[in-house]
């Protein structure tokens, strides 16, 4: 069993819908939790961290339920700009290893 | 700030060929790391570095090794190449202390290597 499990999609939407993308982690030791966004063969990058209380950025929610070992990441009036694939990183170990999903591939059609 | 570079950007190499890749960051971290990206399988950490003169062994790191002789360049070789090994290497480096950055790792632009 992966580590870090993610849907791999692709998920296909109009522009302006509101998307929602799943993911759940298997080492409960796991410190903090992020997603990170990566555009076609470019280099990963933070789109926002993951918190129990849940953030906001904008468009973007993120969720982690510690119970449920769950993480999710809502997108709301989604853009072309918004395509791209979102992984879903668990950080973990005294030198803050990180642990990434596959990756969930969105694309944003006109 | 050029923040996390990387070199070469592509290198074909044929089986058991020897190469060294190189990170290079300016942004005075201590961490460093070195992930190979395979389709499919999001990113997996070969080795990584806490400081100077440091290494460590990460998820995947039969077949490589590495070296953090200044704490600004984080060197990975491959010494005897195979064609499993073609991947596209990224290299990325975070703060020790605290900060805005702490827990955010910063990537380079990767290596595509292919190994015939």
């Not at chain 1, 990963?44 to 993480?71: C, H, W």
Request: one cysteine or more; hydrophobic letters at 30%.
């Amino acid at each position: 069993r992966k580590e870090v499990e993610q849907d791999p999609g692709p998920f296909n939407v109009p522009e302006g819908a509101t998307v929602a993308f799943n993911c759940t982690y298997s080492n409960s030791a796991s410190q903090s939790f992020f997603w990170y966004r990566q555009d076609c063969r470019k280099e990963p990058k933070l789109l926002m961290s993951v918190y129990s209380s849940g953030n906001e950025d904008g468009r973007f929610t993120a969720q982690l339920n510690r119970a449920s070992q769950y993480i999710s990441l809502l997108i709301r009036d989604s853009k072309l700009s918004d395509s791209a694939t979102y992984l879903c990183v668990a950080l973990s170990g005294s030198a803050r290893q990180l642990t990434f999903g596959s990756g969930t591939q969105l694309t944003v059609l006109p | 700030n050029a923040g996390v570079t990387q070199t070469p950007k592509f290198r074909v190499l044929k089986t058991g060929q020897s190469m060294t890749l190189l990170c290079a960051q300016d942004m005075n971290h201590e961490y460093m790391y070195w992930y190979r990206q395979d389709p499919g399988m999001g990113l997996r950490l070969i080795h990584y570095s806490v400081g100077e003169g440091t290494t460590a062994k990460g998820e995947v790191p039969d077949g490589y090794n590495v070296s953090r002789l200044k704490k600004q360049n984080f060197l990975l070789g491959l010494e005897s190449a195979a064609p499993s090994q073609t991947s596209v290497y990224f290299c990325a480096s975070t703060t020790r202390t605290g900060g805005v950055s702490y827990n955010e790792q910063f990537f380079g632009p990767g290596t595509r290597l292919t190994v015939l």
